[in-house]
């Protein structure tokens, strides 16, 4: 743990600075899991992302996919929108169970056609007006989104390890900014996948049968997000010393160069188990407005924050060990170099 002292030292000190007060998750704890994944890291990764403006970027970017969504524009809403969640009680309307799911995103979408077209019954109709971005009938893409991030950064990975070998000063500080921007965005979803009320219909009050009694409120959503992590603080510092070294999700060699979906999918299946206990701490005070037993309900949202963290880092290490050779672009920056040398 020594090799993670300095940096972590540092990011302490930022996420003290900053403060978790506001908008939690919306923004300033997805910038903390960011930062907590970047004290996962081992000192061999590239030094480059420990750079302070690297840092700053990386947590800054963490807020990027939920500023998408506050634009008007429809396309944006509509692709963007699903990726931010997977509602798993939805799949059965589709008579789809999560093992059946296939890895690939537009394959998914096939599957919920075809299941919409054999249950009928299960798909009122929606009325148009309350769905301009047209996005009420999908159940939601977060494992998948998850994992495309992941391929995205080890191409990142890949090209900047050729580009580092044989390319410009301005080639590898570009790619290098390119792989800081998907670290960045990624950590957003993996964040995501950590709130549990982003893995179920009841991500804003309990919907349909209730023999629970559990909450019903619009605003519980929001309240889990921001507004109770704002009451009861939190020790960002004591946070830090609970992130482990980072390390692979997966044996080394068991994916290959194939995807990481089975992992990402179980990983918010997990989440989704802790739907009900979230409920449940509220239900029994532990998540009440100006409530003075507040321990569980933070502890709770603790561990989901340092869960997120080091899943982040852990497919951050991942990906930069798992990275292939850009063999096309190794051939043309060998090309390049030798038609420099020719014309010398």
Known sequence: MKRLSALRAALVAGALLVGLNARAWDYEV???????????????FPAFVRDAAARERIAFLSGEPDRWRNTPDLALRHCNG??????LEDLAKFGLAPEQLSPFRYE??????????????????????????????????????ITEQYS?????????KEYEAAGTPEEIANARENLVYVMGVMGHFVGDAAQPLHTTRHYNGWVGPNPNRFTTNRTFHGWIDYGFLQQSGMRTNELFA?????????????????????????YVVEQSKLVEPLYRLEKDGKLARG????DAGR??????????????????????QEAP??????????KRKGLSNGRK
């Open 152 to 160: 995205k950064l080890k191409s990142a990975f890949s090209y900047l």
């Open 30 to 44: 997805h910038r903390f899991i960011n930062q907590l994944a970047l004290a996962s890291l081992p000192e061999d």
């Open 108 to 145: 998914f979408v096939a599957q919920l056609t075809r299941g919409r077209l054999a249950h009928p019954q299960n798909f009122p109709v929606t009325d148009p007006a309350r769905d301009l971005d047209a996005t009420r009938h999908l159940p939601g893409f977060l494992p998948w989104t």
């Open 325 to 334: 050779r850009d063999s096309f672009l190794q051939r043309e920056l060998a």
């Open 82 to 87: 699903p990726d931010h969640f997977l509602d």
């Open 242 to 266: 609970r992130i482990r070294p980072a390390q692979r999700p997966w044996p080394q060699g068991e994916l290959g160069h194939t995807n990481a979906f089975p992992e990402m999918l179980a």
């Open 291 to 294: 409530g003075q037993d507040l």
């Open 299 to 320: 502890e709770f949202l603790s561990a989901q924050l340092v869960k997120a963290g080091q899943m982040l880092g852990n497919l951050w290490l991942a990906a930069w």
